[in-house]
């Protein structure tokens, strides 16, 4: 069965303290995985989308990365500002579905 | 400004008092979908377009009903709530068909609560 999971939950940083995010999932065949911000009382907003390991992409703090197994959205030096909850997606080659995961809940504290 | 707006943004109703949430994007997207994200399962589809006049199945449709009549507008309708409704609903459009990798836009969600 296909499927996203992410690690931890939750996580407090103090600002200024980097730290990663982590994506696992098992699809049978990866068009794409897609990690999304999401704000409180807000919908998902796209941050980035990945296609193949080893594929790396950035904005601003953020960086994501790829392997055949998972994904990590590395946050360096985090603001307060970065404080959402991270989602992670991946959508199936046949049919294109997204299937998402749970999310991490960041926090950072100033 | 590209978006998706949804209507209402908070709702209360009782068992069985049929409702429709409205959503309607504005950049001629092809694609769009509707979630429901509830605290430790995640957004999860409900219905999905491809285009006008197609609709299909997500994983948990049951008890809801969409229509796809115009592109830009896709409704989802409950026809006879029940409180395990209660959810936080978002619709979401996409350029091109299911086989796309592009971004989904959402919108700024729907609160339900069924007494």
């Known amino acids: 069965e296909d499927q996203v999971t992410q690690s931890p939950e939750a996580l407090r940083l103090q600002e200024g303290e980097s730290s990663s995010l982590n994506c696992s999932y098992t699809?049978?065949?990866?068009?794409?995985l897609f990690w999304y911000r999401q704000d409180p009382g807000k919908g998902p907003e796209f941050l980035f989308t990945l296609y193949s390991a080893g594929e790396e992409k950035e904005k601003e703090r953020l960086k994501a990365t790829l392997t055949k197994k998972e994904s990590f959205l590395h946050i360096t030096a985090p603001k307060p500002e970065d404080s959402a909850t991270y989602l992670c997606a991946v959508q199936q080659k046949r049919g294109g579905k997204l299937i998402f995961g749970q999310g991490t809940e960041l926090s950072v504290k100033p | 400004e590209a978006q998706v707006t949804q209507n209402p943004r908070y709702l209360i109703t009782v068992t069985g008092k049929k409702l429709t949430v409205t959503c309607s994007q504005n950049m001629n997207h092809e694609y769009m979908s509707w979630y429901r994200q509830d605290p430790g399962l995640g957004l999860r589809q409900i219905y999905y377009?491809?285009?006008?006049?197609?609709?299909d199945k997500g994983d948990v449709p049951e008890g809801y009903k969409v229509s796809r009549k115009e592109k830009r507008n896709f409704p989802l309708i409950l026809e006879s709530p029940s409180p395990n409704q209660t959810s936080l609903y978002f619709c979401?459009?996409?350029?091109?068909?299911?086989?796309?990798?592009?971004?989904?836009?959402f919108g700024e969600g729907s609160r339900l609560t069924v007494l």
């Open positions: 377009s491809m285009n006008v006049e197609v609709t």
């Open positions: 699809v049978s065949g990866l068009r794409g």
């Open positions: 979401a459009s996409r350029r091109g068909t299911s086989t796309n990798t592009g971004e989904l836009f």
